[in-house]
C-alpha cells in the first residue's frame, strides 16, 4: 500500500513539473510567433516588445533583460492571467496587490513608503525652487498637494504602512519661508472636507483629486492671492462619466468588487478662451499608442471619455507647455504653474481670475525655465502631489 501512494505521488510530482514546462514552453514560443502588442489601453503604457537578438546585445546581458521584459509584456492573454492573480490574492485575504492597498468603501491607495522617499532629493528640489526666485520678480508659491493615503486614513486597511507627510511639510515651509517662498499648506483643509463633507475628495481607483479636492486647493491658494473664488456651485459641476476606473484599478485588474468612480466636470466657464500648446500631449496616447492634437472644447477634449485614461479629459494630458488666455479676465495678472497633473483639475476653478495661464510640466520642457520665469509673471505656483515632488528629478531645470 506505501509502495502504491509512492508512486502516485510520485506521478502528481511529475505531472507538475510537465504543466509547468509546457507553460513555459508556450509561452516563450508564442513570444517568438505571435505577433507584438506595442501599447496596452488597460495600463495606459507602452510594451516592451521582443529585441533584435545580436552578440554584442547578448554578452552586455541587454538582450537577456530585454526579453525578460517582453516575456512579461507580450505573455499571451496577459490581461486575463493578471485579472485572475488579483482575484485569487484577493481571496486569500491580501490587501496589498502589485503595490496598491485595497482600502475600505472601495477605495484603493498607492503604497509609497518613507523608505522610497528621499529628504535629501526633497530638499534639493526645495532649493531649486528657492534659487528660481532669485530671477523673477514673480510672487512665487509652493503647494504640494497630500497623497489620498495621508488624507483618508480611516479608508486604508488595517496595518498599512504609507509615508508620514508631517515632516516634509513641516520641513517645505520652514525651507520656503526663509527665502521668501510661500508655502501653502493644504492638507488640513482637505482632512476637513473629507470629514465634514459629503463630497469625495479623492477618486476610489485613481490617484489624482477629484474635481471636489481641486476646488478645495484653488479656494486655498486663491485666498493666500487676497482672491474670493465663486461658490462651487456657480461653476455647474456636472457628471460626465459614471465608470471611470483609473490608474490604480490597472494594477489590480480584476478586483472583486471594485466600484468604478463618477467622473466630474465644471461647466460654467469662460467662453472664447484661447489655448496655445507647444505640440501635442506627451502623455494621453490613443487606443493605437500614438500621440495626436487634441480636439479641445474649451479646456475639455471629450473624446478621452472614451478611453481608458478618462482623466486626460483634461486639455487632452499633459503638455511641456500649454498656454490658457481669458479674454474676459483682461488686467486681473498672469499665472506661471509648475506641475504635475494633479494642477489640471484645478486650473478650471482658476480661470476667472486670470488674464493669463501658462502651465509647464519639467517632464516634457526642456526650454529655459529661467527665462520664461524672468517674462513678467505676477505670481508663479509650484504645485505637485508631494510623494510625486519629493521624487522627482527634473526640477533642476527650473535653474539650468
Known amino acids: 500500500m506505501k509502495k502504491e501512494v509512492k508512486f502516485e505521488k510520485k506521478h502528481i510530482e511529475w505531472l507538475y513539473v510537465l504543466l509547468v514546462i509546457g507553460a513555459l514552453a508556450v509561452g ?20 516592451t516588445k521582443r529585441p533584435h537578438i545580436s552578440a554584442d546585445g547578448i554578452f552586455s546581458g541587454e538582450v537577456q533583460r530585454d526579453l525578460t521584459a517582453a516575456a512579461s509584456d507580450q505573455f499571451p492573454a496577459r490581461d486575463r492571467w493578471m485579472q485572475i492573480a488579483t482575484t485569487s490574492q484577493y481571496l486569500l485575504y491580501h490587501r496589498e496587490i502589485n503595490g496598491v492597498y485595497v482600502g475600505k468603501d472601495h477605495y484603493l491607495f498607492d503604497k509609497t513608503t518613507d523608505s522610497e522617499l528621499s529628504k535629501k532629493n526633497y530638499e534639493t528640489n526645495l532649493k531649486y525652487i528657492t534659487a528660481m526666485k532669485e530671477n523673477t520678480e514673480a510672487d512665487v508659491s509652493v503647494m504640494l498637494i497630500p ?22 511639510e513641516e520641513l517645505g515651509e520652514q525651507i520656503c519661508e526663509t527665502d521668501s517662498v510661500r508655502w501653502v499648506q493644504t492638507r488640513d483643509a482637505l482632512e476637513r472636507a473629507a470629514r465634514d463633507s459629503f463630497d469625495q475628495i479623492y477618486f476610489c481607483t485613481d490617484h489624482h483629486w477629484t474635481t471636489n479636492g481641486a476646488y478645495v486647493g484653488a479656494q486655498i491658494y486663491l485666498e493666500t492671492q487676497n482672491i474670493q473664488i465663486a461658490e462651487q456651485k456657480h461653476f ?41 500648446a507647444d505640440g ?46 481669458n479674454p474676459q479676465a483682461e488686467g486681473k495678472g498672469t499665472l506661471l504653474i509648475i506641475k504635475d497633473s494633479y494642477a489640471n483639475s484645478m486650473v478650471p476653478y482658476f480661470l476667472d481670475n486670470y488674464e493669463q495661464i501658462t502651465m509647464i510640466d519639467l517632464r516634457y520642457y526642456n526650454e529655459s525655465v529661467p527665462e520664461l520665469a524672468a517674462e513678467g509673471w505676477d505670481e508663479v505656483l509650484v504645485c505637485y502631489e508631494m510623494s510625486n515632488f519629493i521624487k522627482d528629478r527634473n526640477l533642476f531645470k527650473l535653474v539650468r
Not at 514560443?29 to 495600463?43: H, K, M, N, W
Not at 490604480?248 to 478662451?273: C, F, I, M, N, T
Open 28 to 47: 516563450g514560443t508564442a513570444l517568438f510567433v505571435l505577433p507584438q502588442q506595442s501599447y496596452s489601453e488597460a495600463e495606459n503604457r507602452y510594451l
Open 147 to 168: 497623497s489620498p493615503g495621508t488624507v483618508l486614513k480611516d479608508k486604508l486597511p488595517t496595518r498599512a504602512v504609507i509615508y508620514n507627510p508631517t515632516p516634509y
Open 236 to 276: 455647474d459641476v456636472q457628471t460626465v462619466r459614471e465608470d471611470f476606473f483609473g490608474t490604480l484599478y490597472s494594477k489590480v485588474a480584476g478586483l472583486p468588487g471594485a466600484r468604478a468612480d463618477e467622473l466630474e466636470l465644471p461647466q460654467a466657464l469662460p467662453e472664447h478662451l484661447v489655448i496655445d
Open 280 to 325: 501635442a500631449p506627451a502623455d494621453a496616447l490613443g487606443v493605437d499608442g500614438k500621440k495626436t492634437m487634441p480636439k479641445l472644447t474649451g479646456i475639455y477634449d471629450l473624446t478621452k471619455l472614451e478611453m481608458k485614461d478618462k482623466y486626460a479629459v483634461y486639455f487632452g494630458g499633459n503638455y511641456g507647455k500649454i498656454t490658457i488666455k
